[in-house]
């Protein structure tokens, strides 16, 4: 009887991964970007702890994995998608765009088609068991998320357009399938020589959360793609 539960809870915590990421796209819709935001950070938890349990009760299978991916694809796919499609409706269209301002918000799902590849590709790809191959989906959907909550007024101002929107979302889109090696955060051990970038990163980001909290995410997520570059040159 106890191994049957234990068999059932990864699987049902990557379900409230997926539960939450469903909730994010509807508070997306409707225009609640905090609230969007706040359940894709709780559908990442979730994915950090599905892996985890599955490992703890050595109950990893296929049902597992492809249901992890299907559950990412929602929660940091679609749900960052949604909230891009919403914040098109809002940014200011410059008149030469203005032929096409019916059509650009859905250009947002990009980010959903991109995501869908990348996480097909890491399922598949044997390099990226300690590190990651292009930028993971949570970091880009919690760009996405921090951007529009902490940069909204700037963002919907006549300082900000339509193109420089669509712009983004292509170079973020390519950066999630982009060869571009990206250091992961697992721990093999506490040694500052063998977790050095994890450590740099992370003391640039603790301040960031302190005071900017939610908001800091997209300049967080920044942070990590500058420092993976800066890596991948160095080494």
Not at 11 to 18: D, I
């Amino acid at each position: 009887m106890a191994n049957c539960i234990t068999r059932h809870i990864p699987n049902t915590v990557t379900c409230c991964n997926l539960f939450s990421g469903c909730i994010a796209s509807v508070m997306a819709f409707n225009g609640n970007y905090t609230l969007a935001i706040s359940f894709i950070i709780a559908g990442a938890v979730f994915d950090f702890f599905d892996g985890m349990l599955a490992r703890l009760f050595n109950v990893s299978g296929p049902l597992g994995k492809e249901l992890d991916s299907l559950a990412d694809d929602i929660t940091f796919g679609f749900a960052p998608s949604a909230i891009v499609f919403s914040l098109f409706k809002e940014v200011h269209y410059p008149d030469f765009l203005l032929p096409v301002a019916d059509y650009m918000p859905y250009t947002a799902f990009l980010i959903s088609v991109f995501s869908a590849l990348r996480l097909g590709k890491f399922n598949i790809d044997p390099r990226q068991s300690s590190s990651f191959i292009g930028m993971p989906t949570p970091a880009n959907a919690l760009f996405w998320g921090s951007l529009t909550v902490g940069a909204h007024s700037f963002l919907i101002s006549d300082s900000f357009n339509a193109a420089y929107l669509f712009i983004l979302v292509v170079i973020m889109s390519l950066l999630l399938v982009a060869e571009i090696p990206m250091f992961s955060l697992k721990f093999k051990s506490l040694a500052w020589k063998q977790n050095k970038v994890s450590y740099i990163f992370l003391i640039v980001c603790i301040p960031l959360l302190v005071f900017f909290r939610i908001s800091s995410f997209a300049a967080i997520i920044l942070w990590y793609i500058i420092l993976s570059l800066l890596t991948k040159k160095r080494a």
